[in-house]
């Protein structure tokens, strides 16, 4: 079973605020995902580590950072939130020593609404 | 560079009835698939994947896909839907071997209909 977890699950900040998404997983992976989820459109890779002290940007530009200082967690952070930033936040772990047809684990994502 | 292709961004189908949704991908090199499904307000939840071996792929919920190279398609099944398998449904690939960077289609939004 899975064990991914994600808080908050809503957040309405007004603009300015500095946020931060929590993601944390009990399953001891290695690699862990932050995707960005709009209607209609493909999942967004934004950030990704390979494990601990490693942080690398994904496909998406984003202005958002992350930090690697545990295993288990890999929170995200906005400085500064803009309406722009509104979107569902997912975050994915994947145990690599399985090698490229390990699947990625998903939490339950933050849907994040800046007013 | 790869890429996914879901033709269909709904499909509505009536209970009990079958139901196809599609995938195609391009890639350059050889590659592994996986079909998830998101539930409303939930996170992504592996249906199935082919890595290899029968092109024919069973996976959770009476779900199946079946992997043709020449096609380079990758499309999900089942043969009796259900209320309960109302959700959006991710195709997703990746390069078996090098930078193994995973693309995801844009996502099918099942409707079973009663």
């Known amino acids: 079973e899975a064990d991914i977890y994600q808080t908050p699950r809503y957040l309405v900040i007004g603009t300015g605020k500095k946020i931060t998404l929590e993601c944390s997983q009990t399953?001891?992976?290695?690699?862990m995902y932050w995707y960005q989820q709009d209607p209609g459109m493909e999942l967004h890779l934004i950030h990704y580590?390979?494990?601990?002290?490693?942080?690398e940007k994904g496909d998406l530009s984003s202005e958002s950072t992350v930090s690697r200082i545990r295993t288990e967690h890999f929170p995200l952070t906005l400085e500064s939130a803009r309406p722009s930033h509104t979107s569902q936040y997912l975050c994915?772990?994947?145990?690599?020593?399985?090698?490229?047809?390990?699947?990625?684990?998903f939490g339950q994502g933050t849907r994040l609404t800046v007013v | 560079a790869q890429s996914v292709t879901q033709l269909d961004s709904q499909v509505p189908v009536f209970e009990e009835a079958p139901v196809e949704l599609r995938c195609n991908y391009s890639s350059s090199v050889s590659v592994y698939l996986f079909w998830y499904v998101q539930y409303p307000n939930q996170g992504l939840q592996l249906l199935l994947k082919y890595l290899s071996g029968s092109t024919l792929v069973k996976g959770i919920n009476g779900f199946e896909a079946e992997f043709n190279k020449s096609q380079t398609s990758f499309h999900l099944r089942k043969p009796s839907v259900h209320i309960s398998d109302t959700a959006e449904y991710f195709c997703?690939?990746?390069?078996?071997?090098?930078?193994?960077?995973?693309?995801f289609g844009t996502g099918t939004k099942l409707q079973v209909i009663p």
């Open positions: 399953m001891g992976h290695d690699k």
């Open positions: 994915a772990s994947s145990d690599e020593r399985g090698g490229a047809g390990t699947e990625a684990f």
């Open positions: 580590s390979y494990g601990v002290n490693s942080t």
């Open positions: 997703a690939v990746r390069n078996s071997g090098g930078y193994q960077k995973v693309t």
